[in-house]
């Protein structure tokens, strides 16, 4: 097995607001973060609120909301 550290800073938060499919305004109920080793890549995903157990990319919703 492979040692593996990393630093990642979010900018959305738990319990954020953000706006899905341009009319839907949804709560960030959960985020879990992927480490690729090889790239050394990290990328988030997050749960929101009106469909909870699947997991959204950064830019599947508009975050902040104007």
């Not at 090889?38 to 990328?43: H, I, N, Q, T």
Request: proline share 3%; with cysteine.
């Amino acid at each position: 097995m492979q040692l593996a550290a990393f630093k990642a800073v979010c900018d959305i938060e738990l319990g954020d607001k953000v706006r899905f499919a341009s009319t839907i305004i949804a709560e960030v109920i959960d985020i879990r973060t992927l480490h690729y080793l090889r790239s050394g890549k990290v990328e988030f995903e997050f749960e929101l609120s009106h469909m909870p157990g699947y997991w959204f990319k950064r830019g599947d919703f508009v975050y902040p909301i104007n």
